[in-house]
């Protein structure tokens, strides 16, 4: 079992930054590929980005490229979300998830471990 804890979120002006951190603790001797997806509210959720265990391959949806950027700290079995020029349209409910294949995906489905989630809201 592997057990996600998402942190950082809060309340940022649009145009501002925001880091948000996932700490894995548990079983984290596995080499888990870890994903960011999101929920606004009355939305279903969607992927937002996906770093591999070893960090060198990613993938991001289309609409957030350039402006996110996944990473990860496998010594401190932590991965982040650096978010900048934020939008109001980015205000949602922010989910780290786990899967234990290597390869990147961004399908909800496939991820098999999650954290409860942190509110990110972005002021107009």
């Known amino acids: 079992q592997v057990h996600l804890v998402e942190s950082g979120g809060g309340l940022v002006q649009a145009g501002g930054s925001l880091r948000l951190s996932c700490a894995a603790s548990?079983?984290?001797?596995?080499?888990?590929?870890m994903g960011w997806f999101r929920q606004a509210p009355g939305k279903e959720r969607e992927f937002v980005a996906v770093i591999s265990w070893s960090g060198r391959s990613t993938r991001y949806a289309d609409s957030l490229k350039g402006r996110f950027t996944i990473s990860r700290d496998n010594g401190k079995n932590t991965v982040y979300l650096q978010m900048s020029n934020l939008k109001p349209e980015d205000t949602a409910v922010y989910y780290c998830?786990?899967?234990?294949?290597?390869?990147?995906?961004?399908?909800?489905?496939?991820?098999?471990?999650w954290g409860q989630g942190t509110q990110v809201t972005v002021s107009s």
């Open positions: 998830a786990a899967r234990t294949f290597p390869a990147v995906s961004a399908a909800e489905f496939e991820y098999h471990y």
């Open positions: 548990g079983r984290t001797d596995s080499s888990y590929t």
